[in-house]
């Protein structure tokens, strides 16, 4: 890796480049709005302990990039040393029972059988969860802006008229996307990684949160966002949207009423 000792790790490395160009780490943190523990787990080959693998590449690239480091490199090498092979599962050929008669081979037959069937209930209910986790992944699925909890009962009896009647839950910030084209976008709700959805032409994504709400847009000419407030709905105008190939739209105490948006990544050159 170039400009790394002997023997350095690949977080050892970044955090001496860090400590060399003076950016501690609380700077680091605030600058790439990710929490410091990360970045502190970065530096010491940990970051594995906290995430999984492939929203730990995704933060290693950032920090590459803001160190000014080639990311490509960085993440390649993190890979060779840090995040073990898929181990693969391989399953021998069934040979048909021919010998019924021989108790020995029956049993061997019935016994394959069977691990066959446990094999085929396992591989079912991984791609059920599968897909469970991924539609729950999705934006803010399911979240309103303001959730109505079951009215209170007031003195005629009916729903509506009593005390906490129509009680709502409202969030301080909201950003709905359109994609044009395919595009995939990661968020992140009150300074947590919350997920990372790939999303097909035509469709639609909401994201609320209360704290600070941040979205990662790549291929961001693909998508069309915009600012909820007081029920209003106004697309952002914006040319980095339109120009960069990957942003981030940030509303938090900083930016209340305007997003911030930040290029991660320029348009190519032409």
């Not at 961001?220 to 981030?248: I, P």
Request: net charge negative; proline share 4%.
């Amino acid at each position: 890796m170039l400009g790394a000792e002997e023997g350095e790790s690949t977080g050892a490395f970044l955090k001496r480049v860090r400590e060399e160009r003076g950016v501690t780490v609380e700077n680091a943190a605030d600058d790439l709005n990710l929490k410091k523990e990360y970045i502190e787990a970065i530096d010491s080959d940990t970051i594995l302990n906290h995430l999984p693998a492939a929203y730990a590449r995704g933060f290693l690239r950032n920090y590459a990039e803001y160190l000014e480091l080639d990311y490509h490199e960085i993440v390649e090498r993190f890979k060779s040393r840090h995040v073990p092979e898929t181990p693969r599962v391989y399953y021998k050929e069934m040979v048909p029972i021919v010998q019924a008669d021989h108790r020995g081979h029956a049993r061997s037959g019935i016994l394959s059988y069977i691990t066959l069937a446990i094999l085929v209930v396992a591989l079912v209910a991984a791609v059920y969860f599968a897909q469970k986790y991924i539609s729950g992944s999705r934006g803010s699925s399911g979240i309103a802006d303001k959730e109505e909890r079951t009215p209170a009962k007031g003195p005629s009896g009916k729903a509506g008229d009593g005390p906490g009647a129509r009680e709502e839950i409202e969030y301080k910030y909201h950003l709905e996307v359109k994609c044009v084209k395919n595009a995939t976008i990661k968020w992140w709700r009150d300074g947590a990684f919350a997920g990372e959805t790939a999303y097909a032409a035509g469709e639609e994504d909401k994201f609320r949160a209360n704290g600070s709400l941040r979205l990662e847009i790549n291929t961001a000419s693909n998508v069309q966002v915009y600012r909820v407030a007081g029920g209003k709905k106004q697309e952002l105008d914006d040319k980095k949207l339109l120009e960069a190939r990957t942003v981030q739209v940030i509303l938090d105490d900083e930016h209340p009423d305007t997003p911030d948006i930040r290029i991660l990544v320029p348009p190519p050159d032409d």
